[in-house]
């Protein structure tokens, strides 16, 4: 017009102003004005489906049934808005999930990519505010699927009972339509949390407590509710969301609790276990040990269980003291067996083993606490004739035990032998003696297989008698393993025994493989003692025989960090001991970030801790890897009296004690050519008759070492032909038996005596042999060490002036 003109566009959402406020009073007032103003009102709703799919088909050209997918998987997204209809074809471009194929030369997408994107938050603003428009019957379905967050078929057949929703399945349906639920399979889901918490929302605060409890009476009404671990957990995740005040319904529900709880322990899911015990408790009557007391009792217990599982050890120790006040000496012998576990753990193994010892003197079996090694090893052998024709035949033939004295004092026995391993007690011998007599005797039960194991054990370590040395009880042992129900639960509890066999009769290499199998059945069985005792038992058997330090490491620090979790204190003190040498070995001082609150020790610390402790097994793994790290470094004198101070403190013999020979043996002879003192030649002469008759046991693992004691022993006699050819027999050996660090040894050493004996080329070439392998092994800090020595080596070979 010749006047000109203003061109005033604006745009609301007409469900978020009201009909008489600002914005619609303003629009009414231009549309009354006379002449002066044109007022249109353009509409824009929602897109539906098949106007998507036009567009796409354009957009893609290609035809609409090719199309019609994609276009509802779009409209579901985004319910047809425009703007959200753009934005999602934008993401799912850049993401590459709607592309172009140049081999099918047209545009491609994975529908089920695509039906994974989440919703925007914009589409879920939209569904919300859709919620209240949405029929009375699909908003009450919603509320019922709000109290579970997603909803199977199987549920809701259950819930299907008129008083909650007239049709509960076919509301549930609609709210598929309306974009709210999302049905997969037998599930109904939300679409979005948010749309969830809105739905629950909806319910009135005093109408929630009423609907939880509706809900959890109606699941078990399903007479298998105890066993169905899904559907028992369902209901009593409602009823714990409200408060039950019949006793019926307290009673009914705790009793749920418990169940729910074993269902989650069977799928390790621990945490979740401990908060249904807890539950559980918390529904009991106010006087529970008169009114209810064997419910009491198992809550109580299952609640120490997975508490101490999850390294919960407080609150474990509170509720055993609760038990323990309560209940009586039979019915509390499982929490005596925790309270001594859960003692162990924190390292007051003494206080451990006085508890046990209490429990099986009440059942008439006593044993003495400082045994001399001379009169174990009496016992043991005055025992052989009964246990020189056991065979698997033997244990299989016989009766079963049946005198419940018995069988609980052949548990206590059993745990009391696992104790005994961390003091300087000679006492599990004579334990493992009285299991297999009991067994022979009284007949076969669920322990008799760990007491061959640990007859095993006290024979390799009291006997003579090679042939039984040789593994037979430890064999046995295994083969009944095999097909018993109970055997991820034996072979976690048996793993330390099992590998010490392998460490003589068998390759030490496949000990890891063993300890790795051994913590997969602890985890299974929900043991979580032997599951972070196997892992100990890997680091040792992997550290001493698989070439592989830095890949060690790495595991080791995920190691330290499960113990810590579990309040494992013992393991996760004496698996620090191994960190601290593997970490020596290849320069990470720093510890590679381990977090502060781990509390890591050095050596010297962890010695005290042994000391301080009375933990004799803590002071053997701290000796033998300090003993370890000074004699690959040379430190001689250091690795001499360790061993001095160590036989001071302990004459217990250890599985382990072949490496404590060893390394005493390299350390004394060298010690014995430096200063010419022959103390230090008779101890060397003592490791070399130690380690030959080792040889007895296993070719594999003893031969290497005792040619390489052989060598430094001719060599220290002055027999230079003779030790030339034993360093070169044990590199041969070494290598043969895939014991890389030993070789790398055995190579150095062989370097130092060709260049202390004028052969300088020589050593040089064998030295760099010595640093390649100990690279390979992982050792770096180790293979700079030789490469120093080379150096100095050949500065100090220069003429002079030069």
């Given at each position: 017009s010749p006047k000109g003109g203003l061109l005033l566009l604006g745009s609301f959402r007409d469900n978020e102003v009201e009909e008489d406020g600002f914005v619609m009073n303003q629009i009414k007032k231009l549309e009354r004005s006379r002449g002066n103003s044109n007022v249109s009102r353009l509409f824009?709703?929602?897109l539906p489906e098949h106007e998507i799919n036009t567009m796409l088909s354009a957009k893609l050209c290609l035809p609409m049934r090719y199309t019609r997918m994609l276009a509802q998987l779009v409209h579901q997204k985004t319910r047809g808005n425009p703007l959200y209809c753009v934005e999602f074809l934008k993401a799912i471009i850049k993401e590459n999930v709607l592309s172009w194929s140049v081999k099918s030369r047209q545009f491609t997408w994975d529908d089920t990519c695509i039906d994974m994107q989440t919703m925007s938050e914009g589409v879920v603003g939209l569904l919300t505010r859709k919620l209240r428009q949405l029929p009375h019957d699909v908003i009450e379905s919603l509320k019922i699927a709000s109290c579970f967050g997603q909803i199977s078929l199987s549920t809701i057949e259950l819930l299907d009972l008129g008083w909650f929703v007239p049709n509960l399945l076919e509301a549930l349906k609609s709210a598929v339509q309306e974009g709210i639920l999302e049905k997969a399979g037998p599930l109904f889901a939300f679409s979005h949390d948010m749309l969830q918490e809105s739905t629950y929302q909806l319910i009135p605060k005093d109408e929630k407590d009423e609907l939880h409890k509706n809900i959890g009476k109606s699941l078990v009404q399903d007479p298998g509710v105890t066993d169905n671990a899904e559907l028992c957990a369902l209901a009593v995740d409602q009823t714990n969301m409200c408060k039950l005040t019949e006793p019926v319904d307290r009673a009914l529900f705790a009793r749920l609790n418990l169940a729910a709880g074993k269902h989650c322990i069977a799928a390790s899911s621990y945490e979740q276990a401990r908060g249904y015990f807890e539950a559980g408790i918390s529904l009991l009557h106010a006087k529970p040990w008169s009114k209810q007391y064997s419910l009491c009792l198992e809550l109580y217990e299952m609640s120490v269980i997975v508490s101490y599982m999850d390294g919960k050890v407080e609150a474990a120790s509170k509720r055993l003291d609760v038990i323990l006040a309560n209940s009586s000496f039979e019915d509390a012998l499982n929490s005596r067996a925790l309270r001594a576990k859960l003692l162990a753990s924190q390292q007051q193994y003494v206080e451990a083993i006085n508890e046990v010892l209490a429990v099986l003197s009440c059942f008439g079996e006593e044993f003495p606490r400082d045994a001399s090694f001379a009169y174990v090893s009496s016992e043991i052998n005055a025992a052989l004739p009964m246990l020189r024709n056991v065979t698997k035949e033997t244990i299989i033939g016989l009766k079963p035990m049946t005198d419940k004295t018995k069988l609980n004092a052949m548990k206590f026995m059993d745990l009391l032998i696992t104790l005994s391993f961390n003091c300087d007690s000679n006492i599990f011998p004579l334990v493992a003696c009285r299991m297999m007599k009991l067994s022979i005797e009284e007949g076969y039960c669920d322990d008799t297989i760990p007491g061959i194991a640990h007859m095993s054990h006290a024979l390799l370590l009291y006997s003579e008698d090679v042939e039984l040395l040789s593994g037979h009880y430890g064999r046995l042992g295994g083969n009944l393993l095999i097909g018993n129900p109970q055997e991820h639960s034996l072979r976690a509890r048996l793993i330390q025994l099992h590998c010490t066999i392998k460490y003589y009769v068998e390759p030490l290499q496949a000990a890891s493989d063993m300890a790795q199998n051994a913590y997969n059945s602890a985890r299974t069985a929900g043991d979580v003692d032997n599951a972070m005792l196997s892992l100990v038992v890997y680091c040792m058997s992997h550290l001493f025989s698989i070439p592989d330090l830095v890949g060690l490491h790495k595991k080791m620090i995920s190691f330290l960090y499960q113990m810590a979790k579990h309040k494992q204190i013992g393991v996760l003190i004496g698996t620090?001991?191994?960190?601290?040498?593997?970490?020596?070995?290849?320069?990470?001082?720093?510890?590679?970030?381990?977090?502060?609150?781990?509390?890591?020790?050095?050596?010297?610390?962890?010695?005290?801790?042994?000391?301080?402790?009375?933990?004799?097994?803590?002071?053997h793994h701290v000796t033998i890897n300090q003993m370890y790290v000074d004699c690959y470094f040379r430190d001689y004198l250091s690795v001499a009296m360790l061993a001095e101070k160590y036989r001071m403190k302990t004459q217990k013999k250890r599985v382990m004690d072949f490496y404590f020979v060893f390394y005493q043996g390299i350390a004394a002879m060298c010690l014995a050519r430096d200063t010419k003192q022959n103390k230090w030649r008779k101890i060397g002469e003592k490791c070399v008759k130690t380690m030959n008759q080792l040889l007895n046991y296993s070719t594999w693992n003893f031969e290497n070492m005792l040619i390489l004691l052989q060598a430094e022993l001719n060599y220290l006699n002055g027999r230079i032909a003779i030790a030339e050819h034993s360093y070169l027999a044990a590199i041969v050996s070494a290598h043969e038996h895939k014991f890389d660090h030993e070789e790398a040894l055995s190579f150095e050493l062989y370097g130092i005596f060709l260049v202390e004996n004028k052969k300088v080329a020589q050593g040089l070439q064998q030295l760099e042999k010595a640093r390649d392998k100990y690279k390979l092994w992982g050792a770096t800090k180790k293979a700079d060490a030789v490469l120093e020595f080379i150096n100095l080596v050949k500065k100090t070979m220069q003429p002079c002036g030069l």
């Amino acid at each position: 017009s010749p006047k000109g003109g203003l061109l005033l566009l604006g745009s609301f959402r007409d469900n978020e102003v009201e009909e008489d406020g600002f914005v619609m009073n303003q629009i009414k007032k231009l549309e009354r004005s006379r002449g002066n103003s044109n007022v249109s009102r353009l509409f824009v709703g929602e897109l539906p489906e098949h106007e998507i799919n036009t567009m796409l088909s354009a957009k893609l050209c290609l035809p609409m049934r090719y199309t019609r997918m994609l276009a509802q998987l779009v409209h579901q997204k985004t319910r047809g808005n425009p703007l959200y209809c753009v934005e999602f074809l934008k993401a799912i471009i850049k993401e590459n999930v709607l592309s172009w194929s140049v081999k099918s030369r047209q545009f491609t997408w994975d529908d089920t990519c695509i039906d994974m994107q989440t919703m925007s938050e914009g589409v879920v603003g939209l569904l919300t505010r859709k919620l209240r428009q949405l029929p009375h019957d699909v908003i009450e379905s919603l509320k019922i699927a709000s109290c579970f967050g997603q909803i199977s078929l199987s549920t809701i057949e259950l819930l299907d009972l008129g008083w909650f929703v007239p049709n509960l399945l076919e509301a549930l349906k609609s709210a598929v339509q309306e974009g709210i639920l999302e049905k997969a399979g037998p599930l109904f889901a939300f679409s979005h949390d948010m749309l969830q918490e809105s739905t629950y929302q909806l319910i009135p605060k005093d109408e929630k407590d009423e609907l939880h409890k509706n809900i959890g009476k109606s699941l078990v009404q399903d007479p298998g509710v105890t066993d169905n671990a899904e559907l028992c957990a369902l209901a009593v995740d409602q009823t714990n969301m409200c408060k039950l005040t019949e006793p019926v319904d307290r009673a009914l529900f705790a009793r749920l609790n418990l169940a729910a709880g074993k269902h989650c322990i069977a799928a390790s899911s621990y945490e979740q276990a401990r908060g249904y015990f807890e539950a559980g408790i918390s529904l009991l009557h106010a006087k529970p040990w008169s009114k209810q007391y064997s419910l009491c009792l198992e809550l109580y217990e299952m609640s120490v269980i997975v508490s101490y599982m999850d390294g919960k050890v407080e609150a474990a120790s509170k509720r055993l003291d609760v038990i323990l006040a309560n209940s009586s000496f039979e019915d509390a012998l499982n929490s005596r067996a925790l309270r001594a576990k859960l003692l162990a753990s924190q390292q007051q193994y003494v206080e451990a083993i006085n508890e046990v010892l209490a429990v099986l003197s009440c059942f008439g079996e006593e044993f003495p606490r400082d045994a001399s090694f001379a009169y174990v090893s009496s016992e043991i052998n005055a025992a052989l004739p009964m246990l020189r024709n056991v065979t698997k035949e033997t244990i299989i033939g016989l009766k079963p035990m049946t005198d419940k004295t018995k069988l609980n004092a052949m548990k206590f026995m059993d745990l009391l032998i696992t104790l005994s391993f961390n003091c300087d007690s000679n006492i599990f011998p004579l334990v493992a003696c009285r299991m297999m007599k009991l067994s022979i005797e009284e007949g076969y039960c669920d322990d008799t297989i760990p007491g061959i194991a640990h007859m095993s054990h006290a024979l390799l370590l009291y006997s003579e008698d090679v042939e039984l040395l040789s593994g037979h009880y430890g064999r046995l042992g295994g083969n009944l393993l095999i097909g018993n129900p109970q055997e991820h639960s034996l072979r976690a509890r048996l793993i330390q025994l099992h590998c010490t066999i392998k460490y003589y009769v068998e390759p030490l290499q496949a000990a890891s493989d063993m300890a790795q199998n051994a913590y997969n059945s602890a985890r299974t069985a929900g043991d979580v003692d032997n599951a972070m005792l196997s892992l100990v038992v890997y680091c040792m058997s992997h550290l001493f025989s698989i070439p592989d330090l830095v890949g060690l490491h790495k595991k080791m620090i995920s190691f330290l960090y499960q113990m810590a979790k579990h309040k494992q204190i013992g393991v996760l003190i004496g698996t620090m001991a191994y960190f601290n040498t593997v970490t020596a070995l290849i320069g990470n001082a720093d510890s590679c970030g381990i977090d502060p609150s781990i509390g890591m020790k050095t050596h010297n610390e962890i010695y005290q801790i042994a000391e301080y402790t009375q933990n004799s097994l803590l002071l053997h793994h701290v000796t033998i890897n300090q003993m370890y790290v000074d004699c690959y470094f040379r430190d001689y004198l250091s690795v001499a009296m360790l061993a001095e101070k160590y036989r001071m403190k302990t004459q217990k013999k250890r599985v382990m004690d072949f490496y404590f020979v060893f390394y005493q043996g390299i350390a004394a002879m060298c010690l014995a050519r430096d200063t010419k003192q022959n103390k230090w030649r008779k101890i060397g002469e003592k490791c070399v008759k130690t380690m030959n008759q080792l040889l007895n046991y296993s070719t594999w693992n003893f031969e290497n070492m005792l040619i390489l004691l052989q060598a430094e022993l001719n060599y220290l006699n002055g027999r230079i032909a003779i030790a030339e050819h034993s360093y070169l027999a044990a590199i041969v050996s070494a290598h043969e038996h895939k014991f890389d660090h030993e070789e790398a040894l055995s190579f150095e050493l062989y370097g130092i005596f060709l260049v202390e004996n004028k052969k300088v080329a020589q050593g040089l070439q064998q030295l760099e042999k010595a640093r390649d392998k100990y690279k390979l092994w992982g050792a770096t800090k180790k293979a700079d060490a030789v490469l120093e020595f080379i150096n100095l080596v050949k500065k100090t070979m220069q003429p002079c002036g030069l």
